[in-house]
């Protein structure tokens, strides 16, 4: 592979270059898309090559990953798509305020964006880390299918009347 003719091509392309200009102004879809793909559509596909003693642990394995990718995509796109927003307004008052640190200053205002934003997914990374653990098991169970585990006290029971005697 010619490292030059890829260059070339990322310079020289439009849709490349327009694709990189969208991916710059929503990072964090373009994230939780590739999120996505590598555990809700890879994963999946690798477990599914992988031997496993019980075809269900496999099923159960599968959809648990599906669920992760999918939980991951809607929180990111339901709390960061407009988080994401409000700070760049925020960042652009703040570029257009007299006399403030920012006004004119761009690369610190891409350092105020980077750290804010970096700040608040730090702070959100437990809370949405506990709701993603909290979902999967639900979502797991509509897709995979809730098994119904029968109870066998044959052997309690006759464990309890060898105590008795």
Known sequence: MNVKKIAEFINNSERTQKLLKHVNKNPAVYS???AFVLAGIMRPGLIGVMPFKEKKDKQYSQASAVAAGVIELASTCAIFLPLN??????SDKLYKTKGSYFEGNAPALRQFKSLTNRGIKAALLIPISLARFALVRPIVDTLFGKEKKSVDNTEVVQEVINEDK
Do not use: D, P
Not at 85 to 90: D, H, M, R, T, V
């Open 32 to 34: 939780a898309a590739a």
């Open 85 to 90: 927003k409000s700070i760049k307004a925020a």
